[in-house]
């Protein structure tokens, strides 16, 4: 990384870095056994400094299913 950032391990790496007055930006790199990752946050939102909001999209947790029936 380079630039104005800072630098957490907590199992991954989270890197937040300025991108600007009043815009950071958060990435997360990771890695396992057999893969490595990187998540990028690609803009910057604009967000109270005293909300917190977490949004859950469930088709990322909760694979995709095709279930097929028919006689046996």
């Excluded at 380079?2 to 199992?11: D, H, K, M, N, W």
Aim: aromatic share 6%.
């Amino acid at each position: 990384m380079e630039g104005r950032c800072s630098i957490e391990r907590s199992g991954d790496l989270i890197i937040t870095c300025k991108q600007g007055p009043n815009d950071y930006r958060k990435h997360y790199i990771g890695q396992a056994t057999d893969v490595a990752w990187v998540s990028t946050q690609l803009e910057g939102v604009d967000v109270s400094v005293y909300h917190t909001r977490i949004v859950i999209k469930p088709e990322g947790i909760i694979p995709e299913i095709d279930l097929q029936g028919g006689k046996q």
